[in-house]
């Protein structure tokens, strides 16, 4: 059993920053990946930014060179730097876990933390 809490969203003007940060607690496989994923009014939830246990990031066109994902194993916790934030970046944002077994896969997410970018 997982639980994932987001922390740090709020409210940023265009051209800003936030860091966001997912607190993972309970099972976590050694193989594994985490990332971030945001839905906006109306639209579909979309990849943001991925990293896996071995340390390979993926990122979305939208966002690369703004975003940084980072993770610290020691203490469970996957982070995103946003940087030169845009008012199209305003969305939810959700964290993921995936854990990994032999022929199996496990899902878990958080609730969601509020982004929105505004003048």
């Known amino acids: 059993q997982v639980q994932l809490v987001e922390s740090g969203g709020g409210l940023v003007q265009p051209g800003g920053s936030l860091s966001l940060s997912c607190a993972a607690s309970?099972?976590?496989?050694?193989?594994?990946?985490m990332g971030w994923y945001r839905q906006a009014p109306g639209k579909e939830r979309e990849l943001v930014a991925t990293?896996?246990?071995?340390?390979?990031?993926n990122y979305a066109d939208s966002v690369n060179g703004r975003f940084t994902i980072s993770r610290d194993n020691t203490k469970n916790t996957v982070y995103l730097q946003m940087n030169s934030l845009k008012p199209e970046d305003t969305a939810v944002y959700y964290c993921k876990l995936s854990n990994y077994a032999p022929g199996r896969a496990y899902y878990y997410w958080g609730r969601g933390t509020q982004v929105t970018v505004s003048s």
């Open positions: 990293i896996t246990s071995g340390g390979s990031t």
């Open positions: 309970g099972s976590i496989f050694s193989s594994n990946a």
